[in-house]
C-alpha cells in the first residue's frame, strides 16, 4: 500500500495502478485502491471502467468524500447533470467544509439554470477556502466567478425584499428608515456590520449590550410575579422526561463545528411551547401559566419562524461552546427556574449567574456561552422579544424582511435561527 500510495504522489500512474490492483487481490474493497483506479480509468476515457471502480468505492466508504466527487466528475463527463449533483451532494454530506466540492455544486447548478441555490453553494465554497487558495494565481478566474455570483444574488435578493414591503418604505420618515435600509445593505453585501456579530440578519446602529437592565421593561415584573406558577408547570413536565429533544440537531451536510459534542445529545434538552412560529398544543396545553406570562411581552411574530419558546435543560457537566445569534433585531430572555451551584452565563466579557425567578436579557449575537458544572440539572425558560430600540414600521419591515429571505431561499433552506 505504501509504494502504490508514493508512486501516486509522483505522478507515475501506470506503475502505481499496478500496484493498487495488487493492493486489491489481497483486500477487494480497498477505498483508495478503487478511487484512483477509477480517476486513472477516467482520465483514459475508459468511463465504464471508472464507473465500476467509483462505484465500488463509495460502496466501501460511504464516507470518503474523494470518491464521491470523483463519481460526480465522471457522471458530469457523461452529460448526467444530474447524477453528478447527486453524487457532489454525498462528497459534501461526507465533508461539509471541502470547498471544492462546494464549487462543482455551484457550477452544477448553473447548469441546471438555478442560480440562486449556486450563488449559495458558491458562498460557501469562499467561506470554507483557506485564505493561500484564495489568493494563489491559478484559482483567481475560479474564485472571481464565485464572488460575481455571489454580488449579482445579492442584488438580486435586495430587489426582491424591496418589492415586498408591503408600501412601508413609503410611510416613514427617512431617519426613521435609515437604519433599515442600511440592514437592506447588509444583508445583500453593500455594507459591513461593526458591532457584534449576528449570523443571519445583522441591523445596523443597535448598541452592543451584553446584558439589559431590566429595570428598563415594563414586562418584566409580570413575568417574574408568575415564576411560581411556571416552576410548578416544569416540575410536572419533568416527570416526562420524553418531552424533551435535543436543542442542537444540526442538518445533514451541515459542520456542526463546535456543537459537535452537543449534536443530538439531550445533555442540552429542550421542551418547546411554541417552535418556528407554531405553538406545539401537545406541550403548551400543560403550561398555560407559563403560556399566559410570555403572552404579556412583545414577541417577534414572523410566519414560520417566531415565537421560539422552550425551557432549557442542561444536564450536570455540560458547557455551551462560545457562539453567536442570528439577528440583533431580537433580545433573548432567561427566566432561571432551576438553578444549581456552579452554573453560569457569560456574554461578551460579562458574566451572569442566575438566580430563580429574576428574569435575564441579553443580546445573543455578542459571543456567549453557559455551563453547569454542577452535580445536578439547570433549567431556563427561554423566549424572544423584539429590541426596544426597533419602532413598531421598523419591526414589521425586519418581520417582512425575515419572511421574504425565506421565500426567497426556499423552505428547506438553512438559515439558522433567523
Known amino acids: 500500500m505504501m509504494e502504490a500510495d508514493q508512486l501516486s504522489r509522483r505522478g507515475q500512474s501506470e506503475a502505481a495502478v499496478s500496484r493498487w490492483k495488487q493492493v486489491l ?138 418589492d415586498r414591503m408591503h408600501g412601508l418604505m413609503g410611510k416613514g420618515s427617512r431617519p426613521e428608515l435609515e437604519r433599515f435600509e442600511n440592514c437592506l445593505d447588509i444583508v445583500t453585501g453593500r455594507r459591513e456590520f461593526v458591532t457584534a456579530r449576528p449570523l443571519m440578519l445583522p441591523y445596523p446602529r443597535l448598541p452592543a449590550i451584553p446584558f439589559f437592565d431590566t429595570s428598563t421593561f415594563d414586562w418584566v415584573p409580570g413575568v417574574e410575579a408568575a415564576f411560581p406558577d411556571i416552576l410548578r408547570e416544569l416540575e410536572s413536565l419533568l416527570q416526562q422526561p420524553d418531552l424533551f429533544v435535543p436543542y442542537v ?36 396545553d400543560l403550561c398555560p401559566r407559563t403560556e399566559a406570562a410570555i403572552s404579556q411581552t412583545p414577541q417577534n411574530v414572523i410566519p414560520n419562524r417566531a415565537p421560539v419558546v422552550f425551557f432549557s435543560a442542561l444536564k450536570p457537566g455540560t458547557h455551551i461552546p462560545p457562539h453567536n445569534g442570528a439577528t440583533n433585531t431580537r433580545l433573548t430572555v432567561h427566566l432561571p427556574l432551576i438553578v444549581p451551584p456552579d452554573c453560569g452565563l457569560r456574554v461578551g466579557g460579562e458574566t451572569h449567574t442566575w438566580q430563580p425567578g429574576k428574569v435575564v436579557v441579553f443580546d445573543d449575537t455578542i459571543t456567549h456561552e453557559a455551563w453547569n458544572y454542577s452535580d445536578r440539572l439547570r433549567v431556563v425558560l427561554i423566549f424572544d422579544v423584539w429590541h426596544p430600540m426597533l419602532t413598531p414600521l421598523e419591526r414589521q419591515l425586519v418581520a417582512h424582511t425575515v419572511e421574504s429571505i425565506m421565500n426567497f431561499y426556499g423552505e428547506n433552506a438553512d438559515l439558522g435561527e433567523l
Do not use: C
Not at 42 to 56: H, I, K, N, S, T
Not at 101 to 123: C, F, N, T, Y
Not at 266 to 277: I, Y
Open 25 to 162: 487481490d489481497i483486500e477487494s474493497d480497498y477505498p483508495p485502491a478503487l478511487n484512483f483506479i477509477g480517476v486513472y480509468s477516467m482520465a483514459r476515457g475508459d468511463f465504464a471502467v471508472a464507473r465500476e471502480y467509483l462505484l465500488r468505492a463509495v460502496a466501501a466508504a460511504p464516507k470518503f468524500a474523494m470518491a464521491h466527487a470523483n463519481l460526480s466528475r465522471l457522471h458530469g463527463a457523461q452529460g448526467d447533470t444530474d447524477a453528478a449533483l447527486a453524487s457532489i451532494n454525498q462528497a459534501i454530506a461526507a465533508d461539509p467544509a471541502a470547498w471544492g466540492a462546494h464549487m462543482e455544486r455551484a457550477r452544477l447548478l448553473e447548469v441546471k439554470g438555478q442560480p440562486r441555490e449556486a450563488a449559495a453553494s458558491w458562498g460557501r465554497a469562499l467561506a470554507y477556502m483557506p485564505e493561500s487558495a484564495a489568493q494563489s494565481a491559478q484559482l483567481q478566474q475560479l474564485v472571481a466567478q464565485a464572488r460575481k455570483a455571489v454580488s449579482e444574488n445579492q442584488e438580486a435578493l435586495r430587489e426582491f425584499l424591496q
Open 249 to 284: 440537531q444540526t442538518q445533514a451536510g451541515t459542520p456542526t463545528g463546535q456543537f459537535d459534542a452537543l449534536d443530538r445529545n439531550l445533555d442540552w434538552g429542550a421542551l418547546f411551547l411554541w417552535k418556528n412560529g407554531a405553538r406545539i398544543s401537545s406541550n403548551a
